[in-house]
């Protein structure tokens, strides 16, 4: 059979909350569809191509692509299939990949000519070719892993406008560890489970954006320390400012972080998870296990570097104490923000399996798989207490009290304020973010978020020391985090 492709459609579906007349949460208009954005690069630039975020936009329907490519992460899969039936009654082809395609790929099946398991850099140009050979296979299963020779991301086709942060970027795939609620080495199983770009690359992406302000999107932007490390002695001198992910243990580990606060690094999402030790043996967090987690916010401080803390609610051991110790600390440490989440056992995970094994699964609604509700079984509260606990922890870390609390811990007065409008910004303004967004002015916000980011004072940082030495007396902590 022989395929006539001229007009392509991609699309990033949204779960029904981000696309509320009502309500539009910040968090949905952050980022663009960078994975979307990245296979775009494979097609003839000749073809007719559009892509389009139902999270920011509403999505036209009536047109007749033909070949349509949906991305499907657990909360928007129902939507996407949907979509998927919509378009194929419509004659057209429909392809569809992401994480909930790879971790049930014969849900998925039915809705679609073509599914792909894995990452799609390789498998996606295997079928344009085999397509236009007029031989498409029905599943292809990523094998190569590599992101060499990448070509440059269609960014051209994201709307720039619509987000607050447009210049995300994902330099690595995967992470070296193997947290048992991890989505990744479901989606990363049958080859390589992480890999980077070559430096270069890498840099040659970050001149292209725009502006200052960059995203790293990265699991684990630290997990190849001599990739870090180049690439950030890369950025020195580049002007930026930016944002990532890295785990407790990288932050300790010999002078990476002061090389990366030195690049323009000001605020990082790191995975606390819990102060349990049993809780990190029972999620196969081994990276944290026997760390400091106050050095981890002494360094960081004293670098200027803001922490976004994440914290899961519901590992085994966890019993009624666990929210008020949690946000204790949070605040105690004067943790910027902190984003918590109901422990979710995604389907292709170690967690996910051994849930079932237990007949712990209560609902396979995928709908509420967003690490808000409570899924499963829990061993040491009740569901209830468990979703209770969690709005409560929410409620608790963001009461004026507690910011005031968290902001107090550092030293000087601009530092104070920093943190105080921030982290309020995020959780006392929601209304103000669902006008700004309304009125489409949210590129407008975009020099607040960078004067936030700017440096709070001058801590002298030497990346080829390993030591770090704040002007400020006590340490310091600085910048933001949205999600
Ligand atoms: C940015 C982000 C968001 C952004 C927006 C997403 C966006 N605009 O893309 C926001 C903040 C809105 C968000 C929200 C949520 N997120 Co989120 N998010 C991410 C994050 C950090 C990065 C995504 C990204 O850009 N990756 C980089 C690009 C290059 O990779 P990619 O998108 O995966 O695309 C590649 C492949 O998947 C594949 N591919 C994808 N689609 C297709 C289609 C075809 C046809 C093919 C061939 C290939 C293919 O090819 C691409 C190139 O390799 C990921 C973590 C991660 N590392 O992926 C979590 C992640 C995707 N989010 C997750 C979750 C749970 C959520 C929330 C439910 C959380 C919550 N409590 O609110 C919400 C709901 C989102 C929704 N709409 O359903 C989980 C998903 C778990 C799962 N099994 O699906 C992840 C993996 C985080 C985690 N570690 O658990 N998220
Ligand atoms: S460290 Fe983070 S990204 Fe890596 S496996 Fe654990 S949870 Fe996943």
């Not at 509320?20 to 910040?26: A, G, M, N, V």
């Not at 002078?255 to 990082?268: D, F, H, K, P, V």
């Not at 040491?380 to 910011?403: C, H, P, Q, T, V």
């Amino acid at each position: 059979m022989s395929y006539s492709i001229k007009r392509v459609k991609l699309i990033l579906p949204a779960l029904t909350e981000a696309t509320s007349p009502f309500w539009r949460p910040i968090k949905y208009s952050l980022f663009p569809p960078l994975g979307l954005a990245t296979l775009a690069a494979y097609l003839d630039p000749d073809l007719e191509i559009s892509l389009q975020d139902e999270h920011v936009e509403e999505l036209d329907l009536n047109d007749e692509p033909d070949l349509v490519i949906i991305q499907v992460y657990i909360t928007n899969a129902y939507r996407a299939y949907r979509i998927a039936d919509h378009y194929r009654r419509r004659g057209a082809y429909v392809v569809l990949g992401g994480l909930h395609v790879t971790s049930l790929p014969d849900e998925a099946e039915p809705h679609a000519d073509t599914i792909f398991l894995g990452p799609g850099e390789h498998t996606f140009t295997q079928f344009l070719k085999d397509i236009v050979a007029g031989r498409p296979q029905r599943r292809y299963q990523s094998a190569v892993r590599t992101l060499h020779g990448l070509p440059p991301i269609r960014r051209d086709l994201i709307r720039r406008q619509k987000y607050l942060v447009p210049n995300s970027i994902v330099v690595s795939r995967g992470c070296p560890h193997h947290c048992t609620f991890c989505y990744k080495d479901a989606f990363f199983a049958g080859g390589r489970g992480f890999y980077t770009q070559v430096v270069d690359d890498a840099l040659a992406e970050i001149s292209r954006l725009p502006g200052r302000h960059l995203y790293f999107l990265d699991d684990h932007l630290f997990g190849n320390p001599r990739f870090a490390r180049e690439l950030f002695c890369g950025m020195k001198g580049m002007g930026r400012i930016f944002q990532g992910a890295a785990t407790v243990d990288s932050i300790l580990r010999d002078n990476l972080i002061e090389a990366a606060a030195a690049a323009g690094l000001r605020s990082l999402f790191v995975g606390f998870e819990t102060l349990s030790s049993d809780g990190l043996m029972g999620a196969g967090k081994r990276q944290n296990l026997g760390r400091s987690y106050r050095e981890v916010v002494r360094r960081l401080d004293a670098l200027g570097v803001m922490i976004n803390g994440s914290f899961v609610f519901g590992l085994d051991g966890d019993n009624r104490d666990v929210f008020d110790r949690t946000v204790d600390w949070a605040i105690e440490s004067g943790i910027t923000t902190a984003t918590f989440h109901i422990l979710t056992p995604y389907p292709g995970t170690a967690l996910f399996a051994q849930m079932k094994h237990s007949n712990r699964i209560e609902t396979r609604n995928w709908d509420l798989y967003d690490t808000r509700h409570v899924v499963y079984r829990p061993s040491g509260l009740a569901a209830a207490e468990l979703k209770r606990g969690y709005d409560w922890a929410y409620e608790s870390f963001y009461r004026w009290g507690s910011i005031v609390k968290a902001a107090s811990t550092h030293e000087s007065t601009k530092h104070q304020l920093k943190h105080f409008f921030y982290s309020a910004g995020w959780k006392k303004f929601e209304r103000a973010w669902d006008l700004v967004i309304r009125i489409k002015q949210l590129s407008q916000m975009r020099p607040v978020l960078e004067a936030v980011l700017a440096p709070i004072g001058k801590a002298a940082v030497d990346s080829n020391a390993r030591t770090v030495t704040p002007v400020h007396s006590r340490p310091l902590t600085v910048g933001t985090h949205m999600v």
